[in-house]
């Protein structure tokens, strides 16, 4: 693999505090050096480096999506690790962390290799995330250790949240002992059968049943309980899509008492409001669903102050047959990995001025620390040569016909984007090139 | 396929007013018509109720209309199929039992073979709310809801207000409506408000005509939300006192079906809530009363209000085929009268 040279960028690197012009040379899958403009063209010469002119663009450590449903194995008629890491890469992304709700369900180490061996033809880096219990289905424990050795990043039952107090426990305690956070799709099942959207008045007038914010908060502030009273510094929550006001003020309440609790928030939870739904439009329904306007705007000031850890997607495709159907029929989730960055870009930075450096810890530094992705989500020196280049002044239109999921099932179809990636460079390869 | 969110919108403005996505023909929900709208549907209605039998037969002449049922029905299903022959039209009626929808055929196929079988306009009862925003998603054809799940059914809300236009302005039933029509009018709906798409699509109508609407039930069949469905609206738990201010009474079925894991008390049900001769003379002597079925007999109303004197229960049905004579006729009618009024949402 050649090196390369990235020249005349805008180097913007919260995990080093770098926010300026600067030279990176990539070599051997890592970062080997990054100065002053110029200062690296004789290291470059030598080493034959590839030159990339950044000129104009940002460089900035590649994006990481700790929740993407990647759909391999079983269902690969919606994606498969191929098509969905190329979505990633094409949407800036160089790590992705993929749920274990496949089928089967990823919770043995067999399967979490599986995911990650060459054959599947990943275009970046896949991170499993394992089950939390045998098959998600709430009773056993799977084998934390061994998941952690075979590449797991962390345990979930993601969609199928641990309700049981006593099997949430264990969990906690037995994935502290391995060394891995537990996530937590926090949802009281018993509060949201049959509903398919957000409670309140719109669910009523559109004939829906609606899922009340307190299934969403009831189940934090029950975990941040089950974790107070466990005592073990080493426990870690992180909440997943992270939706209703009231969630995020439990968890701020639970880091204000210093307990590890983490939460990650989805860009269709700060971009749309529950509005979208009104013409029963399938792709505006989703797991969490669209809160209300409030909700909205609680999401958008947590981000801004800090109390979110991480931007991730949600990533979930689906086949249009399976999307094309009545509402209440269709199913959960919509696609994200190439519309993360430009809509971030757009409300987060172009609307609210957070600054870039923001913007990147949000999509890439802080998510990696989330679930502990070493040399990841950083541009410093020895860390992998993962980095995404992208103009962030230009505005563009998201197709979804051109989109490299197989799936196409987005609200943000014909939207207008800010930021457009150049190229995404993964472990010093380059993984996409606009 | 005409998709409803196809052109390129700015981001950070959640928003959803849009020029109508459908067919100008349709009605999916109350909110589709614009006031003119319902004014030139009412007029339409007593043109062709009165209009002589074989001229009649002209209108729609051998155009094709589909009624696809996945619901029983009885009133609804009849009255659009007879209004659709007295105007002349071909009908055909699919029910999901009986058709390849018990082999699992689609919602979206189904619309698309009947539009290749050369169905011009699809009447749809279905089960599920916003079922018939998927059909005119799929075949771009009008459709007229005839029902779904919990959502609405805008004919019966059109054909109730029809009656009660008729109780109140007598001959002039016809003349068109505005804003204040309905002044002074109190119409309060009682019983299952949570599973009626009937009380849905009331609520949304009678207040933009200057009606206020009272809604009665218990907790577990009317949430408190639904006094924010729209203007207009208010709870009032009461049946005795939202009687007693009341010119209209519309009174809804218990749907025994949908009551599962609700636990309700049906003899306290009756006592609170049931439309019976004595609560009747009580409270609201002079008060219209409508149902617009299946009735209980003996559970929300008793026969001696079903069949008295306030009773506008028969009468409802009979307005029916009228009004959906009139949506039929703007459905199909001179390559859209009805699309100058481009129906935007509300």
């Known amino acids: 693999m050649k090196p390369i040279l990235i020249r005349g960028g805008r180097v913007v690197d919260p995990s080093s505090g770098i926010d300026a012009d600067r030279d990176v040379l990539l070599k051997d899958g890592r970062v080997s050096a990054i100065d002053a403009p110029g200062k690296l063209n004789a290291a470059a010469r030598q080493d034959a480096a590839e030159i990339f002119d950044a000129k104009g663009l940002i460089v900035a450590p590649g994006l990481v999506d700790i929740h993407v449903h990647l759909r391999e194995p079983g269902q690969g008629y919606k994606e498969t690790i191929a098509s969905g890491t190329a979505a990633a890469a094409a949407g800036g992304f160089t790590a992705v962390c993929a749920m274990p709700n496949t089928i089967p369900v990823n919770d043995s180490p067999d399967i979490t290799r599986w995911m990650q061996s060459p054959e599947r033809g990943a275009q970046i880096r896949v991170f499993p995330i394992a089950a939390a219990t045998r098959g998600s289905m709430g009773e056993a424990l799977t084998e934390y250790g061994a998941l952690k050795a075979a590449g797991a990043v962390g345990v979930t039952d993601d969609g199928k949240p641990i309700l049981g107090d006593s099997i949430m426990r264990q969990t906690l305690v037995a994935a502290a002992r391995a060394g891995l956070p537990v996530i937590q799709h926090a949802e009281d099942t018993r509060l949201t059968g049959g509903c398919s959207m957000n409670a309140g008045a719109l669910a009523f007038r559109l004939g829906l049943r609606g899922m009340p914010v307190e299934a969403e908060s009831g189940l934090v502030e029950r975990d941040i309980r089950l974790l107070a009273e466990l005592k073990d510094s080493r426990a870690h929550l992180h909440v997943a899509h992270l939706s209703t006001a009231k969630a995020l003020d439990a968890v701020r309440k639970a880091r204000r008492n210093g307990l590890h609790v983490t939460c990650e928030v989805a860009p269709h939870h700060f971009v749309l409001n529950e509005e979208a739904v009104a013409e029963y439009d399938t792709h505006a329904k989703m797991n969490p669903p669209l809160r209300a306007e409030a909700d909205r705007q609680a999401m958008l000031e947590g981000i801004i102050e800090g109390a979110v850890d991480s931007i991730a997607t949600d990533h979930a495709p689906h086949a249009a047959h399976e999307k094309e159907q009545e509402f209440e029929r269709s199913p959960n989730g919509i696609t994200g990995l190439e519309t993360a960055l430009g809509l971030t870009m757009a409300v987060l930075h172009g609307k609210h001025k957070l600054p870039l450096s923001r913007i990147i810890a949000l999509l890439s530094t802080q998510p990696a620390a989330v679930l502990n992705l070493k040399g990841r989500g950083s541009l410093a020196v020895g860390s992998f040569a993962d980095v995404v280049i992208f103009d962030p002044k230009k505005h563009w239109i998201f197709q979804a016909s051109a989109s490299k999921s197989k799936s196409k099932n987005t609200p943000f179809d014909g939207w207008s984007m800010l930021g457009s990636v150049t190229a995404t460079i993964s472990e010093g390869r380059i993984a996409y090139r606009a | ?346």
């Open chain 2, 1 to 346: 396929m005409p998709k409803s969110q196809a052109k390129p919108r700015k981001v950070s403005t959640p928003s959803t007013s849009q020029v109508f996505p459908h067919h100008p023909g349709s009605v999916l929900s109350i909110a589709d018509l614009e006031l003119d709208d319902v004014s030139s549907i009412l007029k339409a209605a007593s043109q062709l109720e009165n209009e002589d039998p074989l001229k009649r037969t002209k209108q729609l002449f051998k155009r094709r209309v589909s009624l696809l049922f996945y619901e029983s029905s009885t009133r609804t299903r009849t009255s659009f199929e007879l209004a659709a022959k007295q105007l002349g039209a071909d009908t055909v009626l699919v029910s999901a039992l009986s058709s390849s929808i018990e082999k699992g055929e689609s919602l979206k196929d189904t619309g698309i073979t009947l539009r290749a079988l050369g169905a011009e306009c699809i009447i749809l009862r279905h089960s599920s709310s916003g079922a018939p925003y998927v059909l005119s998603r799929a075949t771009g054809l009008p459709i007229l809801n005839a029902g779904d799940g919990m959502h609405e059914h805008p004919s019966q809300a059109l054909l109730d207000l029809r009656t009660i236009l008729t109780h109140l302005r007598g001959a002039k039933a016809a003349a068109p409506v505005s804003d204040t029509t309905l002044k002074g009018v109190t119409v309060t709906i009682c019983g299952d408000i949570f599973h009626s798409r009937v009380a849905r699509s009331n609520m949304l109508l009678l207040p933009r005509l200057g009606a206020h609407v009272l809604l009665s039930g218990p907790q577990a069949l009317l949430p408190d939300t639904a006094a924010s469905a729209g203007p207009g609206i208010a709870i009032e738990r009461d049946f005795d006192r939202a009687l007693k201010q009341s010119q209209i009474v519309i009174m809804l079925r218990i749907q025994a079906e949908r009551l599962a894991g609700l636990n309700l008390d049906l003899d306290e049900y009756k006592l609170r809530y049931q439309a019976n001769a004595e609560r009747m003379a009580a409270h609201a002597p002079d008060a219209l009363v409508m149902h617009p079925g299946p009735m209980i007999r003996g559970l929300e109303i008793t026969s001696e209000v079903a069949d008295g004197p306030q009773s506008a229960i028969a009468e409802q049905v009979r307005h029916g085929v009228a009004v959906r004579m009139a949506l039929l006729a703007r459905a199909l009618g001179p390559a859209s009268k009805s699309g100058a009024s481009k129906g935007k949402r509300k």
